[in-house]
């Protein structure tokens, strides 16, 4: 006998016994008729309400007492189907939002609910559906094959009638359409699919034409014995009697903030929860398929399937920690909480390190995230051979043939010793001087790797001489510790792994023995945004072809955004991506939801978007108190934001933010990974800001997927904006945006004065004045934002002549100790340009007067 639940039947349940009294009795009483209604002759004394329920084929409402509280099932052919139990007023709004709901089976057996009026031409029998967001026909959002079903036999002028249909059709004109059409059957299908449709409900749509065109049953219409029914997406075979069952429910009615995915997981997701692998296990998902949702329930699972021992589940930072922590606390029944340990990946390494070196605890004391936000001036003082520190010159030689090429050498050689440390042990770094720098496309001869190599070492001095330590420090650290680590865990389950470094990977790997379901990673390759080496079997974490999967299907933003997001993804599909081992694009599923087409509003200046994104963020706020709602800004550092979020009273995310009671949130682009929002509005999408130019070009993907990742934040709606021309990323998609200025789009009663932009990095530094560039010696000069794209040869000048010292040979000066001086000392004695060379000096004062 199966008794199935319909997706959002447990969390009514739930939501009736919250409520407490007699609503908590009804609830209770509910749980007992469920169990009571497998057995028949049970079933016959429960007490039915008196008026039948013709809104819903077979329906049977059981009343539940308190004051007309009711139980709402379908019954067919022996099966039992739980729909929603409630008080009296929300049963009567349920049923009718599911007017017509007919329980049908595919050709698998899967239960699939299908929605059909009874008598289309009356509105009290008839499907009602509000209207959704959708700009295009309304036909043709379904695939070609139910396009074609719903079309077949009719008149071309009626079909391009229908056909042109968009959400702006009316009840009216939808009924009059449809009374065109000749076969009875067929009307009734278009005017339901129509409907369906105009609310963007697409699978709901494509059901009723499977059910039209026979593909779907109704369990009656089945020929030969009724064979047991299969979980869908729609309806789950549950064991109401269990314990396990009963217990749920309570934990879920006890927590305020469950999410609908803890009381119901899709078949697909369901898969990976339950499945049993022989090793190493992967699950690519595409953004926003639950691949978080699943590491909690499978965290769970385990926990359930290995009494006594431990999982841990591992993160990113320390915000996405907290995050998948109390969806534990929220999911896990309370015997099995305490052996779920979810922690960042630094924490991990924090702790065994503070074990292997009691007497350095200080040193690993400071590492956090938040650690970055100086680290960033630490980086510029030693990169800059400032303070008297000149270990940085090590550097120069890679430094000037980078800027020479217009590459920011400063952010880019930090990025490559954050792929050393990620890609060879402390020990053995010289292997880097012969590895293939997957990810890393500007070329470094065995030289210029040597000197890396040193310059690497130096930093890491540097750090260990001020006292901080990066992330990929904390992780080094450990790595001189690895053999002292012993499997403490049973399981090991990583979310956001394409953003953990070989290293880290062959720490995880210690952390478990071998052996089934040691561990479980969960990933999105478009998502990577750090320059890390990635490799699974580098790290002896090589995942069988059979055990890696893949999620397809979005639930989180509305079919607008995502198409959006990912149209620019593909748009800008780089080959240095597609090269990158591991690396694949999934095609997403869309969510069965629409929104508002995503906004592209634009301003005068940067300090006109700022003022206007954060007065709308405000003002959303205000108007839906539960929506939260992000401001992610281009091209500024999480460092750089910091002060700018902190004049506006608005918390800044940075692995550290707790987001609750906060509805407004600052963020650079990276630090959204993970989260989500009912609204994302990224500023500053500008060409000459995303992608970065001064960044190779080949590796312009790693903003490609900091902006996708942002985009895909947003649940409803996307907000781009920027002064100026738009990001070259977003070109191909412009024309799918609604375009207005922000002083159109927020009212011009709004006269908004401009926000100061976030201060750089050498404004938060100094605040005195930036200095003259001409002051400076070529040294200087070079290290300066202005120096990149510097000529090779003047590069080699500057740093020859224009020393810091003024020197005159026979009457000639031969170095010079600022720019201005040789600038004009060369112009005043010829003699003296012949250090230049003819070439030399023109390039000189091409570059200076310019
Ligand atoms: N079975 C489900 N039913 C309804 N909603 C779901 C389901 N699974 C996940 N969701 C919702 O989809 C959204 C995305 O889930 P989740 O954060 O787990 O995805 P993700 O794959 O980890 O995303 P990303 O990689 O983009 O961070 C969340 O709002 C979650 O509540």
């Known amino acids: 006998m199966n008794v199935l639940e319909y997706k959002n039947y447990r969390k009514s349940l739930t939501a009736l016994r919250r409520r407490g009294g007699r609503f908590q009795k009804a609830a209770e009483k509910a749980i007992v008729y469920q169990d009571d209604l497998k057995d028949e002759r049970l079933r016959k004394k429960l007490p039915v309400t008196n008026h039948g329920e013709n809104r819903i084929d077979k329906a049977v409402k059981y009343d539940l007492g308190g004051n007309g509280c009711r139980l709402v099932t379908v019954q067919d052919n022996g099966r039992i189907f739980l729909c929603f139990a409630g008080a009296h007023d929300d049963v009567d709004k349920w049923l009718d939002k599911n007017r017509g709901l007919t329980i049908r089976v595919d050709e698998g057996n899967r239960v699939i609910p299908s929605f059909e009026s009874k008598d289309y031409t009356n509105p009290e029998e008839r499907l009602q559906r509000d209207a959704g967001y959708t700009d295009k026909p309304l036909v043709s959002l379904l695939q070609q094959r139910h396009q074609d079903a719903i079309m077949k036999g009719l008149a071309w002028s009626l079909a391009k009638a229908i056909g042109e249909a968009t959400v702006e059709v009316s009840d009216d004109e939808i009924q009059q359409l449809v009374d065109r059409i000749e076969d009875l059957v067929q009307q009734t299908a278009v005017f339901d699919a129509l409907m369906l449709l105009r609310e963007e409900n697409i699978d709901g749509a494509t059901n009723r034409i499977r059910a039209f065109t026979g593909e779907l049953c109704k369990l009656g219409d089945q020929e030969q014995s009724l064979p047991y029914l299969e979980d869908s997406e729609y309806f789950q075979n549950v064991d109401v009697s269990s314990e396990h069952y009963q217990k749920l429910i309570e934990n879920f009615a006890r927590n305020a903030d469950y999410k609908d995915w803890m009381l119901f997981m899709r078949p697909a997701q369901q898969r990976f929860v339950d499945a049993d692998y022989a090793g190493p296990a992967k699950v690519t998902g595409v953004s926003g398929s639950g691949k978080t949702a699943v590491v909690v329930r499978r965290a769970i699972a385990l926990t359930e399937r290995y009494p006594d021992q431990q999982v841990l589940v591992l993160t990113l930072n320390r915000s996405l920690a907290v995050l998948i922590e109390e969806l534990v606390n929220t999911a896990a029944l309370e015997e099995v909480r305490d052996r779920i340990e979810v922690l960042p990946f630094f924490m991990l390494c924090q702790r065994f390190l503070y074990q292997f070196e009691p007497d350095n605890t200080r040193l690993y004391d400071d590492v956090t995230w938040k650690s970055?936000?100086?680290?960033?001036?630490?980086?510029?003082?030693?990169?800059?051979?400032?303070?008297?520190?000149?270990?940085?010159?090590?550097?120069?030689?890679?430094?000037?043939?980078?800027?020479?090429?217009?590459?920011?050498?400063?952010?880019?050689?930090?990025?490559?010793?954050?792929?050393?440390?990620?890609?060879?042990?402390?020990?053995?770094?010289?292997?880097?001087?012969?590895?293939?720098?997957?990810?890393?496309?500007?070329?470094?001869?065995?030289?210029?790797?040597?000197?890396?190599?040193?310059?690497?070492?130096?930093?890491?001095?540097?750090?260990?001489?001020?006292?901080?330590?990066?992330?990929?420090?904390?992780?080094?650290?450990?790595?001189?510790?690895?053999?002292?680590?012993?499997?403490?865990?049973?399981?090991?389950?990583?979310?956001?792994?394409?953003?953990?470094?070989?290293?880290?990977?062959?720490?995880?790997?210690?952390?478990?023995?071998?052996?089934?379901n040691d561990v479980f990673l969960c990933g999105d390759a478009a998502q990577k945004v750090s320059s890390k080496h990635h490799s699974l079997s580098d790290a002896g974490l090589a995942v069988a072809g059979s055990r890696s999967h893949k999620l397809v299907l979005n639930y989180r933003n509305s079919r607008q955004i995502l198409e959006l997001a990912h149209g620019m993804l593909m748009d800008n599909l780089f080959n240095e991506m597609l090269q990158i081992h591991d690396f694949e694009i999934l095609d997403p599923e869309y969510a069965n939801f629409g929104g508002p087409t995503p906004l592209f509003l634009s301003a005068a200046s940067l300090g006109d978007e700022l003022a206007a994104a954060v007065t709308y963020a405000k003002s959303e706020a205000e108007e839906n108190s539960a929506a939260k709602i992000c401001i992610a800004i281009c091209g500024f550092s999480e460092h750089e934001l910091e002060a700018f979020a902190q004049n506006q009273r608005l918390p800044l995310l940075n692995g550290e933010t707790d987001l609750k009671g906060h509805q407004v949130i600052v963020s650079d682009l990276e630090n959204t990974k993970g989260f989500e929002f009912h609204c994302m509005i990224i500023v500053n999408c500008a060409d000459g800001v995303v992608p970065n130019p001064r960044a190779p070009v080949e590796e312009a993907f790693r903003d490609l997927s900091r902006l996708y990742v942002a985009m895909t934040r947003a649940r409803h709606q996307l907000v781009l904006s920027c002064c100026g021309a738009p990001s070259p990323f977003l070109e191909g998609q412009l024309k799918h945006l609604s375009q207005y200025l922000w002083e159109e789009y927020i009212g011009q009663e709004q006269d908004l004065a401009p926000l100061e932009p976030p201060k750089r990095l050498e404004q938060l530094r100094h605040d005195t004045p930036p200095r003259d560039i001409l002051s400076m010696t070529g040294e200087e000069y070079l290290y300066q934002e202005d120096a990149i794209g510097c000529p090779a040869l003047l590069v080699e000048k500057l740093r020859k002549l224009v020393t810091g010292k003024s020197r005159i040979v026979q009457g000639t000066p031969a170095e010079w100790r600022s720019i201005s001086a040789a600038l004009k000392d060369t112009r005043s004695k010829p003699r003296c340009r012949q250090l230049f060379g003819p070439e030399g000096y023109r390039v000189f004062r091409e570059w200076f007067d310019n």
């Open 372 to 516: 970055r936000e100086h680290i960033d001036a630490i980086w510029r003082e030693y990169y800059r051979c400032e303070l008297h520190n000149y270990d940085a010159r090590a550097l120069q030689k890679v430094h000037d043939s980078l800027i020479s090429r217009g590459i920011d050498a400063e952010s880019y050689i930090r990025e490559e010793f954050d792929w050393i440390r990620s890609a060879t042990a402390p020990g053995n770094r010289d292997a880097y001087l012969s590895m293939e720098r997957t990810g890393r496309t500007y070329p470094l001869d065995a030289n210029f790797r040597q000197d890396l190599l040193r310059g690497l070492e130096s930093w890491e001095r540097k750090m260990t001489f001020v006292g901080v330590t990066d992330y990929l420090g904390i992780a080094n650290a450990l790595y001189h510790h690895i053999d002292k680590i012993e499997p403490r865990y049973r399981c090991v389950l990583v979310d956001e792994s394409q953003d953990f470094g070989t290293i880290d990977f062959q720490l995880i790997r210690r952390l478990v023995a071998e052996d089934s």
